[in-house]
């Protein structure tokens, strides 16, 4: 059992591998990978590294306490499951905020963040029980919570957090890209044959999963076959299945086909809820888009299967089907789907 945050009796609080819940791995620390996960007696989200074995790090952040330094909270001290368990910097690291152009940015932000890095960097060299020297200050190593920057060691390259996943205010998804030759789960080409149209090939079209395609669990003609969606790039990406891409890129993709759930789609696609519910795939996202780039108009745009926000919008896009094309898919006739735009996540 674990022994508290500030228990004064022990050097540093043991917390047992039993108490934390576990969600998708935000990247790799100096010598471990690190995951976001929930320190469920304590109800908090935290940043847990998991390590091969436990050397003197753990003693070292016992040691430190500044609100301007990452805070460590304990151990787990049961092999092979040795981790680092400290607290988590739900707004991302500093090079993050600063590549959306959306996020605020006066002169106010730039000398109260400054005199914080200072106050952080102090603290480590000059006041701390055990002087640090950091060595490696830089952007990415500077994280942001809701109430100040702190000096880090990891942050996720995730962008969107909570249950379900948001980035402001909006849902978010999973993506990834592939090449396909037929027509697909809404049967856009021609009705002799599996081939696609043309536009089913090199437009933008998407297959989602199952439970966004149709909550019914149809393999064919789901509820939202037709619809559109616009996603927007939250620069961030799943580590190890993508990488980083501009924040606040917008295309609308029309759904055409369908992810199922089955191999090799299982880590992507496995949502036990719709889109509005909070079930989830193996790396948190309650949506995934799996992007046609048959005629390299993903590659094309640089898009590296990134995160991306959600909404269902009207069949307007560059590059982007329209509904006169969707008329001659074969599931345009099968009442599912009002050709009527529909806005800001709505469905008609």
């Not at 003197?56 to 040691?63: G, I, K, P, Q």
């Amino acid at each position: 059992m674990h022994k508290g945050i500030m228990d004064p009796a022990i050097s540093f609080c043991e917390i047992a591998f039993d108490v934390l819940e576990f969600y998708e791995r935000c990247g790799g620390g100096s010598f471990g990978s690190v995951y976001r996960a929930k320190w469920k007696s304590e109800n908090i989200i935290v940043a847990v590294k998991k390590l091969l074995v436990l050397d003197t790090e753990a003693h070292v952040l016992s040691l430190l306490s500044q609100r301007n330094i990452i805070q460590f909270y304990g151990t787990v001290m049961e092999e092979p499951n040795n981790c680092l368990v400290t607290e988590f910097a739900e707004r991302g690291s500093l090079y993050d905020y600063l590549q959306n152009p959306d996020n605020p940015m006066d002169f106010q932000h730039i000398l109260t963040w400054a005199r914080e890095i200072a106050q952080g960097m102090n603290y480590l060299h000059n006041e701390a029980p055990m002087k640090i020297i950091h060595r490696d200050l830089k952007s990415k190593n500077v994280v942001i919570s809701v109430q100040n920057v702190s000096i880090g060691y990891v942050s996720c390259e995730q962008r969107c957090h909570g249950s379900p996943r948001m980035y402001n205010g909006k849902r978010c998804a999973s993506t990834t890209r592939y090449n396909d030759y037929h027509k697909g789960a809404c049967g856009c080409g021609p009705a002799s044959g599996d081939s696609q149209f043309g536009w089913n090939h090199d437009h933008f079209v998407t297959a989602p999963n199952q439970m966004f395609f149709d909550e019914g669990g149809s393999g064919w003609c789901g509820q939202r076959c037709g619809k559109c969606v616009k996603l927007t790039t939250t620069g961030g990406y799943v580590p190890g299945q993508g990488g980083p891409t501009g924040v606040g890129q917008s295309q609308v993709f029309m759904v055409t086909n369908l992810c199922p759930n089955v191999y090799p789609n299982q880590n992507w696609c496995t949502q036990g809820t719709g889109p509005y519910g909070n079930g989830h795939n193996d790396y948190g996202y309650v949506a995934h888009f799996d992007l046609e780039n048959g005629a390299g108009q993903i590659s094309n745009i640089g898009w590296n299967n990134p995160e991306v926000t959600w909404e269902i919008v009207g069949c307007h896009g560059h590059n982007t089907p329209t509904d006169g094309m969707y008329q001659q898919c074969q599931c345009a006739h099968h009442g599912k789907r009002s050709l009527n735009g529909t806005l800001n996540g709505s469905e008609n």
